[in-house]
């Protein structure tokens, strides 16, 4: 596939316009800043923005963390963390200057009041130095911490914004896990609410920032020769696959409050099946793409319990082989129970209830100490008749089948059937390939640059809504508690293979397509 030379934008959300944007002064307040999250991905992708122009000319980044930091020590940090984030290429020194001159840090506790008076004085007390410049007018609030004190910080920072009404706008972003099922999420929502308009709040999945998620939408709706197939007439089954060779690592501690299902299903896996079968939304405007994802979701019927065990399979990876290199398996990782019944492995088959998916059969995976680390989405197209070719013995027509790689490449392959060359009639597939990497000069920008940049416009079209989250989690709750109440068996599998045998028997009459995203598949 060629790259054209003309280049269109939707018109619609700011997320979907190539122009750069003007921004407002503001600050951005990351809560963890002593984190991983904010060593591995909000400083590089905040330096990134910066070297790219894309930082308004006035802001400032202030960490708050409880260890006993000062602000040189965080810019020392922060800058060991950015030099890592951007090799192989070096640190434009000059840049980083202007970049750490507008790092702070505040000491403090999210279940400490003070904190937040401390913030706010010491937000002041920066302003000043600024020779009063409106940096702190605007705030984007970051939850880089962990789940267990999202509420206190909720809680604390409605208030402080409420005391601030009148003195610029407050944004609040909130990583996931967003609850753990569908009652505490509620409850986080309904506390969300009390104190923030929907219109303020960035609930972020970073599978959204990835430039082939996002490409879903142009793929579909801005190329007239998919639109027409995509649906229940000729399309045979749809595959979603997520699959890491790394284990759990130093994650063994949250991995078990988690497991498969809430750590990956409920929130990356159903948001790619909800972006592939959405209707085409009314504009590109936030709440009407999200308003067509949350239509799918609640789309998906949730069978009885016995049902619901028949299309799940959970399954830990035992010892085995990875990339040449034995590995041990997931009772005996660091920080994890011997006796875990948690799952590091899920698949499972799911139906669409709507006129254009009614049949069409969506099979997800994910799981960690698989054979090898990738994310895409599989689209098979039913077979062709074999009628013209009966006489002349073609064996098995394979389907046509659209890749969308999302991990480790980005890109789109189409794979098509194609004669042999020579006197009889043989049939080959062929890959037709798009890859982000060859095509575009253009540097790929990571997920989190792009999402904390719409979250500095105000464009929440990749972020997940309130009514979104309930309703994933609504699936996902149900099917947890359906394999408790049955008692349902945990299957094992070795690291380094394709993951339990078990999940082959879901795919039932499409197991002659083989699972999507593995090797010979």
Known sequence: MSQHSQEKSFAGSPASQGAKRTLEPLTIVIFGASGDLTDRKLMPALYHLAEGGQLPEDYLIVGVARRDWSNEFLREQMYNAVREGVAPQPIDEDLWQDFAKRLFYVRGDAKDPDTFDRLNQALASIDEQFGGAPMTHNRIYYLATLPSLYPELIQSLGELEKSRKGQGWGRIIIEKPFGRDLDSAVELNNLVRRYFDESQVFRIDHYLG??????????????????????????????????????????????????????????HLLQLLALTAMEPPASFAADAVRSEKVKVLQSIPIAGPDKLVQQTVRAQYGPGVVDGEAVAGYLSEPNVSPNSRTETFAALKLDIDNWRWAGVPFFLQTGKRLQRRTSQITIFFKRPPYLPFQRTAVPDLKPNCLILHIQPEQGVTLSLGAKVPGPHIRIRNVDMEFMYERTFKERSPDAYEHLLLESMVGDATMFTRGDEVEAAWKLVTAIQNAREEKDAPMEMYRAGSSGPSAKNGLLGDAGRYGWGGEPGA
């Open 210 to 267: 990835k430039e082939t998620v996002q490409n879903i939408l142009v793929f579909r709706f801005a190329n007239g020769i998919f639109e027409p197939v995509w649906n229940r007439r000729y399309i045979d089954n749809i595959q979603i696959t997520v699959s890491e060779s790394i284990g759990v690592g130093h994650r063994g501690a949250y991995y078990e409050e988690a497991g498969a299902m809430r750590d990956m299903v409920q929130n």
